[in-house]
């Protein structure tokens, strides 16, 4: 982790802006500001924004509703245009590396070369059979620049564009650690995307993203129930819904309850093919424990459903089991809320201005 102030650490998904800023504390991670602000569903679709004012309207509004002043930010981008692979090469140097890299990536991603930003780990060397493996990162230079612009365009200076999968695996290190002998895969499901990450022995082996989320139950009640989506979408927070909220419903129809196990299930099945592949082409041990985050783990039907699917235990991680509100600004009911959406935004404010890594 580098030195400095911690950046502010934005979120731009699709069902709205997180933003949060965080001071590290001996009594846990120090909430210092957090904002959420929604984007209309057409707003972001598939990691894709089709409506680029209101999404920096949007970022805008989450600052100055937070008041946060510092404009010095982490950005994430996931989707589909963020292809991961772990690969394996001769051995070489740092610097040989450094130069043949472009070339080995070229062997594994489906896009022009010119076209995307690469980066990569070094997960093991093995001297006996002059091998290395890689984590290999390529995301299309035009969503990180879209993404990049449209912070420039709120005003705010974004220093860092990390990746979904990555950041939340950084707040469940900081939060929990990695454990050093065991394989345990991460899940955040958000409204439109999913991202699946599978930690071996304390490093990522295997991240796969998936277009799939909250949006489909939301979709599919507005589609037999012939509600808008803002209906669709209460009914399906029924059961967890603020009080206050003049969308909350008193009923939820059975039918309901019916498409979020049946959407879930959908769901999980989509996760568990990435697993099986996962097992079936690492030869690495079985997977111990699953953790689900994101706004659809909210729905106990998912964790159930992946659990079915898998046979390993899951357990609904919140993003926020060691933050501690810092100051008054902080909204604790705001944080209620939202926590499973936290993740993401959590982990991008664990990011220092100093940290050299795009
Ligand atoms: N209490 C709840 N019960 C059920 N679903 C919920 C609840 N709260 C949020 N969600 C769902 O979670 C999703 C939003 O989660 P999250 O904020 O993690 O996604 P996002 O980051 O905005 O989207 P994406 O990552 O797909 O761009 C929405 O589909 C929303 O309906
Ligand atoms: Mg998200």
């Given amino acids: 982790m580098g030195e400095g102030r911690n950046l502010v650490g934005v979120d731009i998904g699709a069902s709205g802006v997180k933003v949060c800023q965080v001071k590290e504390s001996r009594r846990g991670l120090g909430l210092m500001r957090l904002g959420f602000v929604p984007l209309g569903a057409q707003a972001i679709v598939d990691g894709q924004v089709m409506d680029q004012a209101a999404v920096i309207e949007a970022l805008q509004r989450a600052f100055s509703e937070a008041k946060i002043r ?87 200076k974004p220093m860092v564009c990390d990746i979904d999968a990555f950041t939340v695996q950084n707040l469940f290190e900081y939060s929990r650690g990695l454990p050093a002998d065991q394989t345990i895969a991460l899940i955040n ?9 599978i930690i071996s022995n304390g490093v990522s082996a295997f991240t796969r993203e998936i277009a799939n989320g909250g949006n489909v139950i939301t979709e599919e009640i507005q589609r037999q129930l012939s509600v808008p989506f803002d209906q669709a979408e209460a009914y399906k927070c029924g059961g967890t819904s603020d009080p206050d909220d003049p969308n909350r ?30 097992v079936a082409t690492s030869g690495e041990a079985e997977i111990s424990r699953i953790y689900v985050t994101g706004g659809t783990a909210n729905l106990a039907a998912l964790g159930t459903a ?23 600004e902080v909204n604790a009911a705001l944080l209620q809320t939202r926590a499973a959406q936290l993740a993401v935004a959590l982990g991008l404010a664990l990011r220092k201005e100093k940290e050299a890594r795009s």
Avoid at 113 to 122: A, L, P, R, W
Wanted: glycine share 2%; aromatic share 4%.
């Fill in 189 to 197: 499901v958000g409204a439109s995307l999913s991202s699946l990450n």
């Fill in 306 to 328: 992946v659990q079915r699917r898998s046979r390993v235990p899951v357990e609904a991680w919140a993003p926020t089991e060691k933050v501690v509100i810092e100051a008054r």
């Fill in 249 to 278: 419903v008193g009923m939820v129809p059975q039918q309901v309850i019916q498409i979020i196990e049946a959407v879930s299930d959908s769901i999980a099945a989509e996760i568990q093919r990435s697993l099986d592949f996962y």
């Fill in 70 to 156: 510092q404009k010095e930010c982490a950005v994430s981008v996931s989707g589909q245009s963020v292809i991961i692979r772990k690969i394996t090469i001769p051995m070489m140097s740092d610097a040989q590396l450094g130069e043949q890299i472009q070339w080995e990536a070229e062997q594994h991603i489906p896009f022009d070369i010119k076209d995307v930003q690469v980066d990569y780990q070094v997960l093991r060397k093995r001297p006996e059979t002059s091998q290395m493996d890689l984590l290999l990162v390529a995301a299309k230079r035009d969503q990180i620049e879209d993404y990049a612009q449209l912070a420039r365009s709120a005003k705010l």
